[in-house]
């Protein structure tokens, strides 16, 4: 927590027996842990009070059914390419075996020459 390694710790004990003397130092030593304690258990509580009041477990519960939800809508989503690229193929297949039958255009020959001769019979009428 406080990143305190062995050289610290023997440092600060030798410097509270000097201060404290050794009759003093086991009752200081003991208060200071009782102390300590004391305030992990507060930090402790008031953690799980914030975590109840913001509401953290529910967050995390959302980001993860999030999470899900978004790989479910990508698994969708290639099923549904799949699915796309197998109903192309099979109607391919269905158009080779029974090829749709060719509809024969009216000849456009035909249409011209009467519209051709309604637009000299009128020409000749207006003259």
Same mark, same amino acid.
């Given at each position: 927590? %406080?990143?305190?390694? %062995?050289?610290? !710790?023997? $440092?600060?004990? $030798?410097?509270? !027996?000097?201060?404290?003397?050794?009759?003093?130092?086991?009752?200081?030593?003991? @208060? @200071? =842990?009782?102390?300590?304690?004391?305030?992990?258990?507060? %930090?402790?509580?008031?953690?799980?009070?914030?975590?109840?009041? $913001?509401?953290?477990?529910?967050?995390?519960?959302?980001?993860?059914?999030?999470? $899900?939800?978004?790989?479910?809508?990508?698994?969708?989503? =290639?099923?549904?390419?799949?699915?796309?690229?197998?109903?192309?193929?099979?109607?391919?297949?269905?158009?080779?075996?029974?090829?749709?039958?060719?509809?024969?255009?009216?000849?456009? =020959?035909?249409? @011209?020459?009467?519209?051709?001769?309604?637009? @000299?019979?009128?020409?000749?009428?207006?003259?």
């Amino acid at each position: 927590m %406080f990143d305190i390694g %062995f050289a610290e !710790l023997l $440092v600060i004990a $030798v410097l509270g !027996l000097l201060i404290l003397g050794p009759e003093r130092l086991p009752g200081a030593i003991r @208060t @200071t =842990s009782l102390w300590i304690g004391r305030l992990r258990r507060s %930090f402790n509580d008031i953690r799980s009070e914030i975590e109840k009041e $913001v509401g953290a477990d529910e967050i995390r519960r959302q980001l993860h059914n999030e999470s $899900v939800l978004a790989s479910l809508k990508e698994g969708k989503n =290639s099923l549904d390419q799949e699915l796309n690229k197998a109903g192309k193929q099979v109607s391919e297949i269905e158009n080779s075996i029974h090829p749709q039958p060719k509809v024969n255009k009216p000849a456009e =020959s035909a249409s @011209t020459p009467s519209e051709a001769q309604t637009a @000299t019979d009128q020409d000749k009428q207006q003259s």
